[in-house]
Every structure is written in structure tokens, then in C-alpha cells.
């Protein structure tokens, strides 16, 4: 299969299991699902025999750095790296130079992906101007705009000043938007500090971020949610302490989602003792019990979703002393792998879970229309077909990205992807 075969041309996908629910053929027609009875015999076929069929899957956190920083990605291939993780949308996170806090430069984001993207792009529009943490951005501006931002973020920055994220939640309470916050307690976390704060940072001499900076926003936050009744988003929730915050919110009725990242379900602090900076990321990495309560908040739900925070970066800007790299890891790719190996085979979650936490939360929560939507006839065709037996190792060389600070080159891995159709069209297919 090519990338542009069975454009404009049904596409019978035989015998696929549809997200867990048995087999069954699904027919691509004009951009959506149809009756797979009506299939023509010139209809380009596509054996599904013991593949998984999945809707298409939504990140809520994506950093592609166009404009600004094209040569570390561009729409165009951060959605290319999108689609052959099996994603048909990715929000694209705000701090990006200019920075996306304007109507202008969400709606020409929005333009631009049209044009090149392999997925929907989806702009999240800053909660303050510039990321500077002072002023609101011009978020009923960014709402009403033809790109019709819901998510505000400072992801980068964490909102601390608490005025500012109440006055953002009580805003975005009017257009049903949500504010997804990268909760970072400043005072307690400062921008150097870029390992776990515990033995390991220690050990390492390098700069400690305890627990409690993100907790500590968390706990806040939930509780000027339940002030506003407005809508929260945790970002990259990296500790067991934020993951019993959540619970509690959650069991009062507090209007909070939170999404992990697959790096924070399967990586811990000791992939730092090599002083490998690809490992260095915000939040940091963290302990082993970190990580069995937030595949515990996956699996109960209390973890609403997985959000790859994919954040490339040039090669000059990452091959640097520990302490100097910057911080960030790619992830689109991999991400269904590593969900596969940690959540899936172990028994945790099943194809069903999968594609609630991957892709029609994710959606839910974006108050996305035509993703995350069931396989079924007359909705749009966003698909991706899994296979849920393969492994390969990984090479970041083989990337669709343009960056390779990829952690997990040279590991073996689910290497689940297939095929992916993103509005009928085929926007990946393995060769
Ligand atoms: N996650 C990271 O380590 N880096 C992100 C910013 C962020 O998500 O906080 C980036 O933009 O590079
Ligand atoms: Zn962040
Ligand atoms: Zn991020």
C-alpha cells in the first residue's frame, strides 16, 4: 500500500475487530463510512483478518514548533509523524514563536494545516499574552474565530498566578472551553530544576523538582474549578500525590480531566543515571511507584486520557550537558506502542478502553465534532487498524519527524500501527 492509493476509491476494510467488539468489515466512501454491503467490486480491498480497528486517535498535547521552529518540526511532518502513530487529530499546543494567542494566528494555523496536514490540527490558544503568565490572551477572540479554539493552555509555563487562572477559568466558562494547565508550582519547581526530587537527584547532583509543585497546583486548581464551575485539564500528570488530588476532585463532582503521557507510564528516574539528555523531560521522569499509580489512575479512569506531549527538538538544542538540554521528548509515534506494552498486554485495559482514553475522551474533552466518533455508517472515516501482536525495535532514524530526541530508540516494542485513514483519505500505511 502506497500513501495515496484508494484515494477518491472505496476502500473495503474486511474483517477487521472493531475496537473489541468482533469482527466485522467497514466500507470508506466519500471521506465516510458506508453500508459495506454497497461495496463495488472495483472497491480497493484491504485484509483485516486479526487487525483491530480503532478510531482514528486524538492527542491533546502536541507541540509542533511551526511557526518559529521549522527546523525542528513543521505541521507538515509533525502530522506525518501524527498519522503513522494511528492519530487523526493533534491539538497544537500554544508556545510556538509567534506565540498562538491571537485569533490571527490560531485561524492561520488552522489555514496551514488545512493545507498540508496528514491530520487535523487543532490549535489550543494561550491563556495568557506572549506565555507571560500577566494578562489574559484574547481568548473569545480565539473562540469565536474561524478556528474555534476550546483549549487554553501556557503548556511551557504553568499559570501560577492564581487571580489570572481563576479569571481564565470564570472566561472560558461562556464557550464551554477548558483550561489545561502544566501544573508547576515556580516557587518550588524553578526552570532549572529537571530531575525528580528523591535519592536518584541526589545522587546526580542535579536540580530537584519535588512532587509537590505539581500536586500543589493541582489541588488548587481543582479547587477554583469547583469555584467557577469551569472546566480543568491537567496536563502530563507525573505523580502518584497529583493522581490521589484528581480522585478526590473527581468524588466531589469537580469538572477536571487529566491525560498522561505514555513516557510517564513506562520510563522511571533511572534512565537519568546515564546523564542522557534525551531523557530529559517536563516533568521529569519519576519513581517506580509513580509510575503503577498512574497506570492504576489509567485503568480506573480517574486518568481520563493519554496525551503525548510529543515535544521535538533540534539536535543543537538537546546535545548539551544534562543541565542545559532542552527539555522535551518525541511521542506520536510511539505512543499506541507504549500504551500497548504497558496497558494492554499486562491486562489492564482492553481495545474498547484504548479507544475511549485515545481517542473519543481526547475529543470530548477538545469538544471536537467528527473525531473520537464510533465506527459506524455516515460517520467520517478516521480509522486506524492495529495489530496487536507485532514488535519491532525502534530507531529514531526511521522517524517521520524532523527531530530525534526519540527514548526510545533501540528498544523493543508493540509495533502496533497498520493503516491510517484520516477523513477517508489514507494518511499512513505501513510498507
Ligand atoms: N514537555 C517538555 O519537556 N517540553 C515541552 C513543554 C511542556 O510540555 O511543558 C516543549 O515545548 O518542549
Ligand atoms: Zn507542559
Ligand atoms: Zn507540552
Not at 541526589?202 to 497546583?217: K, Q, S
Not at 480522585?247 to 537519568?272: C, F, I, M, N, S
Not at 473519543?360 to 460517520?379: C, D, F, K, M, Y
Not at 485513514?421 to 494518511?427: F, I, L, N, P
Request: net charge negative; hydrophobic share 40%.
Amino acid at each position: 500500500m502506497t500513501q495515496d492509493e484508494g484515494q477518491g476509491r472505496d476502500v473495503l476494510v474486511l474483517g477487521a475487530d472493531l475496537a473489541g467488539g468482533g469482527p466485522g468489515d467497514l466500507l470508506v466512501r466519500d471521506g465516510r463510512f458506508a453500508d459495506p454491503g454497497d461495496a463495488h467490486g472495483d472497491a480497493l480491498r484491504v485484509d483485516a483478518q486479526g487487525l483491530v480497528a480503532l478510531p482514528g486517535l486524538v492527542d491533546l498535547h502536541t507541540h509542533l514548533r511551526e511557526p518559529g521552529r521549522e527546523d525542528a518540526e513543521t505541521v507538515e511532518s509533525g502530522t506525518r509523524a501524527a498519522a503513522r502513530g494511528g492519530y487523526t487529530a493533534v491539538l497544537a499546543m500554544a508556545n510556538t514563536n509567534p506565540v498562538t494567542d491571537t485569533a490571527d494566528a490560531a485561524e492561520h494555523l488552522a489555514a496551514l494545516a488545512a493545507r498540508v496536514g496528514s491530520a487535523e490540527v487543532v490549535p489550543v490558544g494561550a491563556v495568557s499574552k506572549g506565555l507571560a503568565g500577566e494578562e489574559l490572551a484574547e481568548l473569545g477572540l480565539m473562540a469565536r474565530s474561524t478556528a474555534r479554539t476550546r483549549v487554553f493552555s501556557d503548556d511551557g509555563h504553568c499559570v501560577s498566578d492564581a487571580r489570572l487562572m481563576r479569571r481564565a477559568l470564570e472566561y472560558v466558562r461562556a464557550f464551554d472551553g477548558v483550561v489545561a494547565q502544566h501544573a508547576q508550582d515556580p516557587g518550588l519547581a524553578g526552570r532549572d530544576a529537571c530531575c525528580d526530587e528523591g535519592e536518584t537527584s541526589g545522587r546526580l547532583g542535579l536540580p530537584g523538582w519535588p512532587a509537590v509543585a505539581e500536586a500543589g497546583i493541582v489541588a488548587r486548581d481543582v479547587q477554583l474549578a469547583e469555584l467557577t464551575g469551569s472546566r480543568l485539564h491537567v496536563c502530563h500528570v507525573s505523580t502518584a500525590e497529583t493522581v490521589d488530588v484528581l480522585r478526590w476532585a473527581k468524588g466531589r463532582g469537580v469538572p477536571v480531566t487529566a491525560e498522561v503521557t505514555p513516557h510517564h507510564l513506562l520510563l522511571t528516574v533511572d534512565e537519568l543515571l546515564g546523564y542522557d539528555p534525551t531523557y530529559k523531560v517536563n516533568p521529569p521522569l519519576r519513581s517506580t511507584e509513580d509510575v503503577a499509580a498512574l497506570r492504576g489512575a489509567l485503568t480506573d479512569g480517574t486518568i481520563d486520557a493519554v496525551g503525548t506531549d510529543h515535544a521535538p527538538h533540534a539536535r543543537h538544542d538537546k546535545e548539551h550537558a544534562f543541565v542545559d538540554a532542552a527539555f522535551g521528548m518525541l511521542g506520536l509515534e510511539t505512543a499506541l506502542a507504549v500504551v500497548v506494552e504497558t496497558m494492554v498486554r499486562p491486562g489492564s485495559l482492553g481495545w474498547a478502553d484504548v479507544a475511549t482514553r485515545m481517542s473519543s475522551v481526547p475529543a470530548h474533552i477538545a469538544r471536537l465534532t467528527g473525531q473520537g466518533r464510533p465506527l459506524a455508517v455516515g460517520e467520517p472515516a478516521n480509522l486506524v487498524l492495529v495489530d496487536p501482536g507485532r514488535r519491532a525495535v525502534v530507531d529514531r532514524d526511521g522517524s517521520l519527524s524532523l527531530s530525534r530526541n526519540n527514548p526510545w530508540h533501540g528498544r523493543d516494542l508493540p509495533d502496533p500501527v497498520v493503516a491510517t485513514w484520516w477523513r477517508g483519505r489514507r494518511t499512513f500505511a505501513r510498507s
